[in-house]
Each structure stands twice: as C-alpha cells, then as structure tokens.
C-alpha cells in the first residue's frame, strides 16, 4: 500500500492558475473514478473540496476542478487567492475496499 | 448540522491499548459508511481503516491490520477504533470521517494520540 505521489509543493501568483497531480496505479487512480481532494489549514481538520474525480460539494468555489487521465488526476486551483494557501491532499478508492491518500502539497501564494 | 466529535486520545506506552470513539451528530448514522484517518505530527494523511454501514465489513491499512479494531454501534450513534500493541509511529492526530460516494465528506476535529514511554 504505497500513497500516491504528489509533488511536495506548488506555487503561484494571486490571480494565476495552478495544477496538483497526484499520480497512482492502474489499481487505484487508473481503475476507479472514486478520486477525491482535500484542503487542509494548519492546525485543522481537511475538508473535502472534489469527490469523484471532478464533483465540487456544495459551497465549494468553482475555481476548484479536478480531472483524470490514466493513472493521474489534478486539481487546478484558478484565480488563485491567499485563501487558497493550505496543503492539498489527493485520494483514491483501491480495491478490495481500501483507500490510498497521497502525501500532500503544500500550496504557497506568492 | 452534520458533526463528528471524536474523544478517547491520550499519552500510553509503547505496547499499551486506547480506544477512541466518534460520536456522530446531524445525519442518518445507521447508513453511513465511516472511515479512521490519521495524522503523525508534521507529516501528510493516512487511510487507517473503514467501516460499512452495518458493520459487517472492515478494512484497514497494513500498517495497523492485527493490531486495530473498527467497529460501531448504529444504536449510539458512535465509531470506535480499537488499538492495541501501539507503537511509537502510531502517535497521531486520529479523525473519523464520514464517508459519501467513496471520499471523506465530513470530517470531527480530531484527536491526538501519544505512544512514548
């Protein structure tokens, strides 16, 4: 059971776009469509902001979406605010009802 | 006003047990899948276990399978984990989530374990 790999940080500039990938197996992001985001502050518990690949829950802002392709899903943060800093956390279903995260992505507002 | 509060966390030695538990507040408990994630100090998510509404399937991760106990009772409205033979890289933040279309929809606040002699 290794995480998914995401890359330890990312950056942009208020206003900019930017895209996390989280990148797994054909056993878990290349088998399901169950991938799901997570936001978390420091200090507090995550919040879900994209279930099943690219659905926002209700009260998330739409400058959050995610996508897949093969092995590999992204979250692209667009318009990017200071809000927005925080650690971004991916997920997928595995087989065999098990759950793999990744190892997160610390979010920097420059 | 869906809400999980968890409780139970505290400092026990190397080799020792805790229970946590996960009450659950604002929403159809009996029918919600649930899951234990965790949390070592400065580090990323963990997936530690899950449990389906009934409570007649369990999972967990490899690192805690033989070791931690999930379980529920649907009349109290409450999530458990038992831990046994802790270990020092059991010491965490442990949350409960509630599970909706496979992701952690909702998740308590958490709550912190120890294992140090």
């Known amino acids: 059971q290794s995480a998914l790999t995401q890359p330890p940080s990312a950056s942009g500039s208020p206003g900019q776009s930017v895209t996390i990938s989280c990148t797994g197996t054909s056993r878990d992001i290349g088998a399901f469509n169950y991938i799901s985001w997570y936001q978390q502050y420091p200090g507090k518990a995550p919040k879900l902001i994209i279930s099943e690949v690219s659905n926002r829950p209700s009260g998330v802002t739409a400058r959050f979406s995610g996508s897949k392709s093969g092995n590999t899903a992204s979250l692209t943060v667009s318009g990017l605010q200071a809000e927005d800093e925080a650690d971004y956390y991916c997920a997928s279903f595995v087989d065999y009802d098990s759950w793999l995260i990744g190892g997160g992505t610390k979010l920097t507002v420059l | 006003e869906v809400l999980l509060v968890e409780s139970g966390g505290g400092l026990v030695q190397p080799g020792g047990s805790l229970r946590l538990s996960c009450a659950a507040f604002?929403?159809?408990?009996?029918?919600?899948?649930m899951h234990w994630v965790r949390q070592a100090p400065g580090k990323g998510l963990v997936w530690v276990s899950h449990?389906?509404?009934?409570?007649?399937?369990?999972t967990y991760a490899d690192s805690v399978k033989g070791r931690f106990t999930i379980s529920r009772d649907n009349a109290k409205n409450t999530l458990y984990l038992q831990m046994n033979s802790l270990r020092a890289e059991d010491t965490a933040v442990y949350y409960c989530?509630?599970?909706?279309?496979?992701?952690?929809?909702?998740w308590g606040q958490g709550t912190t374990v120890t294992v140090s002699s």
């Open positions: 989530a509630r599970d909706k279309s496979y992701a952690m929809a909702v």
């Open positions: 604002g929403f159809d408990y009996s029918n919600a899948w």
């Open positions: 449990i389906n509404s009934d409570g007649s399937t369990t």
